[in-house]
């Protein structure tokens, strides 16, 4: 399905942020439960135990990027396309995403900055992946 990329209504920084945070929960909630289920279990279960951490975080994000919306994005009622019109981007893209907004985050979080100076609202991991946020 191709989005009309002229009538199209970019979403603003602040429901992007509340959309983070909302996922940031859902995957750290996740994320707290491995560390409680492996609490004590010695080093090498604790190593596995934040290397699943990562793995579900990247499969969390593939996955809904890929399909056009996180949960907390459905809640703040906006979705993915691509730069293209494209919906959903497919989960290739949606790791690219992931990746990207990895990468937005390693510089004092300068790449989710860029969303507030983007004309387009792009932050890095946009830029990478090639990706609009839009209001549904």
């Known amino acids: 399905m191709n989005i009309d990329m002229e009538n199209m ?23 707290s439960i491995l560390n409680y289920v ?8 604790g190593q596995i135990a934040r290397i699943l951490s990562v793995l579900i975080s990247m499969a969390y994000f593939t996955y809904f990027f890929g399909n056009g919306q996180t949960p ?3 809640m703040m009622k906006i979705k993915l396309c691509g730069t293209d019109g494209m919906y959903p981007i497919g989960y ?5 995403r992931w990746v990207g907004m990895i ?3 390693l510089v004092l979080l300068l790449g989710y900055i860029w969303i507030l100076i983007d004309k387009k609202n ?6 990478i992946a090639g990706t609009y946020v839009i209001k549904e």
Do not use: C, P
């Open 92 to 96: 290739g893209k949606g790791f690219l």
């Open 103 to 105: 990468i937005s985050g």
């Open 9 to 31: 209504e970019l979403a603003g920084a602040g429901t992007r942020f509340m959309s983070y945070i909302i996922d940031g929960i859902v995957v750290g909630v996740i994320g």
């Open 122 to 127: 792009q932050g890095w991991h946009d830029k």
């Open 38 to 45: 492996t609490l004590n279990s010695g080093e090498v279960v």
């Open 72 to 74: 907390g994005m459905t």
